[in-house]
């Protein structure tokens, strides 16, 4: 049985230190997401993403402006 895939925010990271932080950060924030390997369309030093439901898209990007969180680049994906 196929797992039907759905549109992710997914976050990518420069280290995992980063990816880790965002974890902690996101979960302090009541912001539901998963740490998961980086699918190979996407690029990064440290081959760890967060993945989160579109619709938080702008308390990510408010998290990063303030800077409690340092993704190198957020994209929409289906997984």
Not at 43 to 66: K, M, N, T, V, Y
């Amino acid at each position: 049985m196929k797992r039907e895939r759905s549109l992710a925010l997914v976050l990518s990271f420069d280290t995992t230190a980063a990816a880790m932080e965002t974890e902690r950060v996101c979960g302090e924030a009541g912001i539901p997401g998963r740490l998961f390997p980086l699918p190979r369309q996407l690029s990064s030093d440290c081959g760890i993403a967060w993945a989160s439901d579109p619709a938080d898209r702008p308390r990510l990007e408010a998290l990063a402006a303030a800077g409690r969180i340092e993704p190198a680049a957020m994209t929409e994906l289906l997984l």
